[in-house]
Structures are given as C-alpha cells and as structure tokens.
C-alpha cells in the first residue's frame, strides 16, 4: 500500500532551520507531483511548496526565498529546506503525492517555532 512517511519536525528558534523529510512508498515516485502542505492551529490547510518529477518547483509567496523543495527520485524521498523560520511557520506540515486521480497525504510532523 502507499505510504507517505514525514520527519524532521520538531522545535526552534526563531531564524533557525529544519529540514523535513518524506520517505514514500507504494508509488512509482517519479511520475508523482510531490507537495508539502501545512496547517496551523485553527486555520485551513495550505500548500507550502510543491515540485513535479522533473524538478519544477512552486512556492507560496510566503516561503519563497527561505524555504526550498527537492525531491531524489533514486530514494523515494521528498525534503523541505526551511530556513529564517518565523513564529507564523508553526504548524503541522504534511507531505502530498498526486498523479492523476491519486491524492495520497502523510500523517504530518509538527514544527514549532518560538523563543
């Protein structure tokens, strides 16, 4: 079965860094748009970064220019890069794997930023 598997969460500072992992199974990982996704306490889930197979990445207006998305094709295995963190960046952080009709989500990992 598909398997999304996040880490790498957990407390900081503010202006530290995390790097956030998502180690997938169960797809053919290449072919699949790779998203992180986050929800804070209270708010909707929104998109945070996304990158297709080929290494075309989004971001929102928010995170650019702190945060930076990879994905290795060879190891199944989704990163975000966040750096300059902010108070505002607290939230659950899920990884996201579509193609097609398939929608998978991973169970999240929470970041915390504060002093």
């Known amino acids: 079965q598909v398997q999304l598997v996040e880490s790498g969460g957990g407390v900081v500072q503010p202006g530290g860094s995390l790097r956030l992992s998502c180690a997938a199974s169960?797809?053919?990982?290449?072919?699949?748009?790779m998203s992180w996704y986050r929800q804070a306490p209270g708010k909707q889930r929104e998109l945070v970064a996304a990158?297709?197979?080929?290494?075309?990445?989004t971001y929102t207006d928010t995170v650019k220019g702190r945060f930076t998305i990879s994905r290795d094709n060879a190891k199944n295995t989704l990163y975000l890069q966040m750096n300059s963190l902010k108070p505002e960046d607290t939230a659950v952080y899920y990884c996201n794997a579509k193609y097609s009709s398939e929608n998978y989500w991973g169970q999240g990992t929470q970041v915390t930023v504060s002093s």
């Open positions: 169960g797809i053919t990982f290449r072919t699949y748009t």
């Open positions: 990158i297709l197979g080929g290494g075309y990445s």
